[in-house]
């Protein structure tokens, strides 16, 4: 079994540190598109397909972003079950994830080709490249680096980006449903 990422750490500001993230992310889900909207509509163009899709990816990637700080917290909370559940979801949550995302790309990619950057097609690639990056964030690699001094000062150093912690949790996960798997 790995290390827990707590270890060293006091927990008690660890959690008063991460217990908005939750927060910020589930409110995002919705705020980031109306916003987006917002400006494309008071730019005087409306919304497509494209953008929609992209807002769609953007918005469930947040969902799995919230889930992902809730899963940190319920580790640090020394709630099992609780985890096991969220990072479940998360797991599943992959593949409808690549699906979205391949779906708003090929939108994005094809209101480029067919129509140029008018504001909707720009806030389509928009919503599409933020939601390729919170998905990098949250399965592969983390890309937030600027609120805690320990990343900053691991990425200033050169030693690179951290593996994301959701991803880690999410093949552990999937490993150990394997190996019960095999076992039975």
């Not at 209101?111 to 720009?122: D, K, M, N």
Request: a positive charge; proline letters at 4%.
């Amino acid at each position: 079994m790995s290390p827990s990422p707590f270890a060293g750490r006091d927990r008690a500001a660890l959690r008063k540190h991460l217990s908005s993230y939750w927060k910020m992310e589930a409110g995002n889900v919705l705020l980031v598109p109306l916003i987006v909207w917002a400006m494309v509509w008071s730019a005087g163009d409306a919304p497509d397909a494209a953008m929609w899709l992209g807002a769609v990816a953007c918005s469930f990637l947040l969902v799995v972003g919230t889930a992902a700080w809730l899963l940190v917290l319920a580790g640090l909370d020394g709630k099992p079950a609780q985890a096991t559940r969220l990072v479940a979801f998360c797991a599943r949550a992959e593949i409808v994830s690549l699906l979205l995302l391949a779906a708003a790309t090929l939108a994005a990619a094809s209101a480029v080709i067919t129509g140029g950057w008018p504001p909707r097609t720009l806030a389509a690639a928009g919503l599409t490249l933020l939601s390729w990056l919170e998905y990098v964030n949250y399965y592969h690699w983390q890309l937030q680096n600027f609120d805690s001094q320990i990343d900053a000062k691991r990425l200033v150093a050169g030693r690179g980006l951290r593996r994301a912690h959701m991803g880690r949790a999410v093949r552990a996960w999937r490993a150990r449903r394997r190996r019960r798997r095999r076992r039975n």
